[in-house]
């Protein structure tokens, strides 16, 4: 039987990129979805399609603990043991400090860090099981703030702290590491990255150019799968535009 991942937000952009690496490179993959129904079934197909029951789909709320329960609950009945857990799902909308409600607010905690921190907890048996992994999806802007969106921000600077702390917790046996993206794909509107900024962006990295969503999937699989002394580690994939130029 092949060693299994679970991808949290799977279906589409950088976590359907991932879930195709890690597929790719023999694990079979667990595609976790919330809204994304059809993007998930798709990729599910095309997935076993190359091997046959290679990628099964699981819808779940992450910001509902309840719900985070109830889905690894129903995952660990099929699959005790999990050797990598890549926590991807993720909130992104703006929250100025001048209009920003408690919904909001929690909306971004919740998705970003307080669902990563319990579906990890959920699943501890399991990834103990394999000798696993967990890489959690972070951002620049944890660094470098975005203007405007100050509880993601908040919340992904948490998850970078989190991803320290939980591998000094579970080590030995559960590794812990990040990816934080740069400028990859741009947001499907306008709200944050209007053309001037997109070129400012571009202008001030190294690198010249956005990066792919295959970058990110290769620092997660290599993090996850090719990195056994690497741990508490945040990565950034920005084509060195964190150097701040």
Known sequence: MAELAL??????RIGAAICRELHRRGLDIALHYRHSREPALAL??????LRPGSCHTWRADLESVDDV??????????????????????????TPIDHCNEAQFDAMLGSNLKGPYFLTQALLGALRAAGGAVVNLIDVHAERPLKDFNAYCAAKAGLASLTRSLSVELGPEIRVNGVAPGAILWPEDDVAFDEKKREDILASTPLGRLGDPADIAGAVAFLG??????????????????LGL
């Open 44 to 49: 599910a197909r095309e997935l076993n399609q």
């Open 69 to 94: 329960r109830a889905f690894a609950s129903r995952l660990l009945d099929h699959h005790p043991r999990l050797s990598l857990l890549v926590n991807n799902a993720s909130g992104f909308e703006p």
């Open 7 to 12: 991808v949290s937000g799977g279906a589409q």
């Open 225 to 242: 799968l090719d990195a056994p002394f690497i741990t508490g580690q945040v990565v950034s994939v920005d084509g060195g535009w964190g």
